[in-house]
């Protein structure tokens, strides 16, 4: 059933005793002056980083954070994300002043079984995104087998995701594994009745993914941001709302697309407005769609919320991917909320796209009632819209 996750190796098909494991990971995770606020992405590779240890490996891990545009910015060292890492596996993690050359390489060869060395941020050079084959060889040039489980970074064609993979006996970690079989389960043969959720600021972000979903689903539900562009296409006025003035024609098409295949789409019948995206900003119910002049729609309102909940209920399968409001303000959360609720309460196979939508899965204490929260906002969009992910075709073409 998972057809794409079978075509190449897991860590479990490698043998790792005494070998340095150089193992990409997405260590990328929200830092500000050198304080990390979440670390969900360096607890998600956990399980390979274990096992790894468990079989006498020794532990070369690689990632980039943030964007330092190939130079060195000091705030976006790997320091801080190394002291994390020991804190939660337990072992005392190095870390390294760069992440390739000479002395690197002396560093990496002098590991024993079970110790780990965190190489600096890969961005720091411009080679890495621009998947130099020097570069890459470099990178290589440190271990004896790679594992990537960067699933965050698999979108990207990039020296450790993509052209590293030449050089060594390549496999995929547990993250990147349990990541493509969820995803692989609400692409191919989900159990019906099947939604699909959809919010966030813009339809053009959406589009493909729609596109390669509608002949699978039963219904679609529709809020957040890009909601609106389906009401002025339709003629209803939504005061200062965000619009995407050139998709309405396509919007129009995909409301027919829905009608012609028996697609259930719901838009919202109400919404919750305000006259400024602030907190502190006094906010209103609609009656009906569409939203008065002078405001905006900031949520979806309270019958919207029901009607949405109770479709959800009979659900077998539901993929999630934007939220449906602005739920980073409060005041504005309640239908990002129930709708996490109500994707949580429904028994349903239940799969949540990366990014904001995570984060509101995160902020609401419903991550562990999902099936799966990805880890990768863009991979998982991606992956969902049908494309094949560099970091995976990679490892499907690697040595070995
Ligand atoms: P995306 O990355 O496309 O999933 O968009 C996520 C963003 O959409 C979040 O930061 C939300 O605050 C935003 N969003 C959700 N609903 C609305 C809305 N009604 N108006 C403007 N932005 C929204």
């Given at each position: 059933?998972?057809?794409?996750?079978?075509?190449?190796?897991?860590?479990?098909?490698?043998?790792?005793?005494?070998?340095?494991?150089?193992?990409?990971?997405?260590?990328?995770?929200?830092?500000?002056?050198?304080?990390?606020?979440?670390?969900t992405?360096?607890?998600?590779?956990?399980?390979t980083?274990?096992?790894?240890?468990?079989?006498?490996?020794?532990?070369?891990?690689?990632?980039?954070?943030?964007?330092?545009?190939?130079?060195?910015?000091?705030?976006?060292?790997?320091?801080?994300?190394?002291?994390?890492?020991?804190?939660?596996?337990?072992?005392?993690?190095?870390?390294?002043?760069?992440?390739?050359?000479?002395?690197?390489?002396?560093?990496?060869?002098?590991?024993?079984?079970?110790?780990?060395?965190?190489?600096?941020?890969?961005?720091?050079?411009?080679?890495?995104?621009?998947?130099?084959?020097?570069?890459?060889?470099?990178?290589?040039?440190?271990?004896?087998?790679?594992?990537?489980?960067?699933?965050g970074?698999?979108?990207?064609?990039?020296?450790?995701?993509?052209?590293?993979?030449?050089?060594?006996?390549?496999?995929?970690?547990?993250?990147?594994?349990?990541?493509?079989?969820?995803?692989?389960?609400?692409?191919?043969?989900?159990?019906?009745?099947?939604?699909?959720?959809?919010?966030?600021?813009?339809?053009?972000?959406?589009?493909?993914l729609?596109?390669?979903?509608?002949?699978?689903?039963?219904?679609?539900?529709?809020?957040?941001?890009?909601?609106?562009?389906?009401?002025?296409?339709?003629?209803?006025?939504?005061?200062?709302?965000?619009?995407?003035?050139?998709?309405?024609?396509?919007?129009?098409?995909?409301?027919?697309?829905?009608?012609?295949?028996?697609?259930?789409?719901?838009?919202?019948?109400?919404?919750?407005?305000?006259?400024?995206?602030e907190?502190?900003a006094?906010?209103?119910?609609?009656?009906?769609?569409?939203?008065?002049?002078?405001?905006e729609g900031?949520?979806?309102?309270?019958?919207?919320?029901?009607?949405?909940?109770?479709?959800?209920?009979?659900?077998?399968?539901?993929?999630?991917?934007?939220?449906?409001?602005?739920?980073?303000?409060?005041?504005?959360?309640?239908?990002?909320?129930?709708?996490?609720?109500?994707?949580?309460q429904s028994?349903?196979?239940?799969?949540?796209?990366?990014?904001?939508?995570?984060?509101?899965?995160?902020?609401?204490?419903?991550?562990?009632?999902?099936?799966?929260?990805?880890?990768?906002?863009?991979?998982?969009?991606?992956?969902?819209?049908?494309?094949?992910?560099?970091?995976?075709?990679?490892?499907?073409?690697?040595?070995?």
């Amino acid at each position: 059933m998972f057809v794409k996750t079978v075509a190449f190796k897991t860590i479990r098909d490698l043998d790792l005793a005494g070998k340095r494991v150089l193992v990409r990971v997405d260590f990328n995770v929200p830092i500000k002056k050198g304080r990390i606020s979440d670390t969900t992405r360096i607890q998600a590779a956990l399980p390979t980083l274990r096992y790894a240890l468990e079989k006498g490996g020794k532990l070369i891990l690689m990632s980039h954070l943030g964007r330092p545009d190939g130079k060195v910015v000091e705030e976006l060292r790997m320091g801080p994300v190394g002291e994390a890492l020991s804190q939660l596996i337990g072992r005392p993690v190095r870390t390294a002043g760069d992440c390739v050359g000479p002395e690197v390489e002396q560093q990496a060869a002098g590991l024993k079984p079970g110790e780990i060395l965190l190489l600096e941020n890969l961005r720091f050079h411009p080679e890495e995104e621009e998947n130099d084959p020097v570069f890459s060889k470099n990178l290589a040039r440190l271990g004896d087998l790679y594992v990537n489980d960067a699933f965050g970074a698999a979108h990207r064609a990039h020296a450790s995701t993509a052209g590293i993979a030449q050089h060594l006996p390549a496999a995929a970690g547990f993250l990147l594994q349990k990541e493509l079989e969820a995803l692989d389960r609400v692409l191919h043969n989900p159990e019906r009745p099947y939604w699909l959720i959809l919010g966030g600021a813009k339809v053009s972000d959406k589009i493909q993914l729609i596109d390669n979903l509608i002949d699978k689903v039963d219904g679609i539900l529709i809020g957040g941001g890009m909601q609106y562009t389906f009401f002025v296409a339709q003629g209803i006025g939504v005061g200062n709302s965000p619009v995407e003035k050139d998709r309405l024609e396509l919007a129009l098409g995909l409301i027919a697309k829905t009608k012609q295949r028996g697609v259930d789409l719901k838009l919202p019948m109400d919404h919750r407005i305000a006259q400024k995206i602030e907190p502190s900003a006094p906010t209103r119910v609609t009656e009906k769609p569409g939203v008065p002049e002078g405001w905006e729609g900031v949520d979806i309102g309270p019958k919207t919320i029901e009607a949405f909940t109770q479709a959800l209920q009979g659900a077998r399968t539901i993929l999630w991917n934007g939220p449906v409001g602005i739920f980073e303000i409060d005041s504005f959360s309640n239908g990002t909320r129930a709708i996490a609720q109500a994707v949580a309460q429904s028994g349903a196979v239940s799969v949540v796209g990366g990014g904001d939508t995570a984060a509101a899965v995160v902020k609401f204490g419903l991550v562990h009632r999902m099936t799966h929260v990805s880890t990768g906002g863009g991979a998982s969009l991606e992956y969902l819209e049908g494309k094949t992910l560099p970091g995976v075709t990679a490892l499907m073409k690697g040595r070995g």
